[in-house]
């Protein structure tokens, strides 16, 4: 362990958001997109079919918007959804919109997008970069900590530099299938362990908006993906893969499981850590359920008088930081510690 790490108090809740993506992904062509340029970076990816897939999408926000700059990609999403939903009792006999095929067509641009961005091309394939950030984070975690993500990509899995913290058989926090398939697979070849030597995960991974290499299954649990990096075409159409995330839209059904079971176990996780840190998640005012499970973690331990001893927040902006600030002060009671980063890395040199 890091003698340097010394202000974090454990247990320990980590969050990440898409701006600790960015951060970490410093050798990356193309920045990790977070909401308000996601169409932005779109439009600029190359090869496996995804600049065809990326056009059909700009030309349906173009005709919605007359524009496709400054749109974010929750917008956006939610126009669409809402447009669908309505289109299945009240469809417009005049000149109707597919709007379920646009939704699904966005769906497959936003996993491409993050594969591109967090990954390099090695000919074909796809080869997924690792940051050094992540790592230095990851290395300092102790027994009981826990990881929570809004994003999709796989930066947190691939940053472990061993199988002793954490490894996918069993660090979800729900069963899993899919454990001899190629990614899992590989990734315990690549740390020198067999599936059948693994150890039980001492911290847990939440993924609460799902992940590019899962598949639902049945009995409340995951199944990992073969292949989650995988873009392709076919007869120079892109391909679509299916995965298991919530879309950003609206209805984001955290009542089924497996995400029941994911934010339980947060809420649980937040309601008992000394620590919490925020790394890069901005609370956007349109993530209702984000904003009610703070709201309800503040509340109960302050009724309890279960203060956090320490809040750490990176982010480059101020509104944001004191956004949850001011959330989370209840919480913090008259002797919590407030540390405020600029970024992931700030966080990262002055802590570990």
Known sequence: MNKNFISIAHPAVFIFGAGATRGGMLESIFPPPIDNDFFDIAKQLKGHGTPKLAKRVLQS?????????????E??????????????????????????????DLEELVRR?????????????????????????????RDGDTLITFNYDLV?????????LWNPIDGYGVGVQGKSFDWCRLWLKKRNVKASNVK???VQLLKLHGSLNWMLYPNQGIKLKSRPYYVRTKNKNPTFEKISVLPPGWNKRIDHNPYKLFWRASRLKL?????????????????????SLFAEVVRLRYTRKK????????????????????????????????FQYQDIKEFTDKNL
């Open 200 to 202: 039980e995960s001492r």
């Open 61 to 73: 926000v173009w005709e919605l918007y007359g524009t496709t700059n400054g749109i974010s990609l």
């Open 271 to 291: 309601d008992q850590c000394k620590s919490l840190i925020i790394l890069g998640y901005s609370l956007p005012e349109t993530d209702l359920l984000a904003h």
């Open 156 to 164: 947190i899995e691939e940053a472990f530099s061993s199988a002793k």
């Open 307 to 338: 203060f956090l001893k320490e809040f750490h927040i990176a982010d480059p902006s101020n509104e944001v930081k004191n956004r949850f600030i001011r959330l989370f002060n209840p919480a913090l009671g008259a002797f919590g510690k407030v």
């Open 113 to 141: 997008v993050y594969i591109h961005t967090t990954c390099k091309a090695i000919g074909t394939r796809m080869e997924p970069l690792k940051s050094d950030i992540h790592q230095k984070i990851l290395q300092n975690l």
């Open 75 to 104: 917008e956006y999403y939610r126009e669409i959804e809402t447009r669908a939903l309505i289109g299945r009792f009240a469809k417009s006999a005049n000149q109707p919109k597919n709007w379920k095929k646009r939704q699904g």
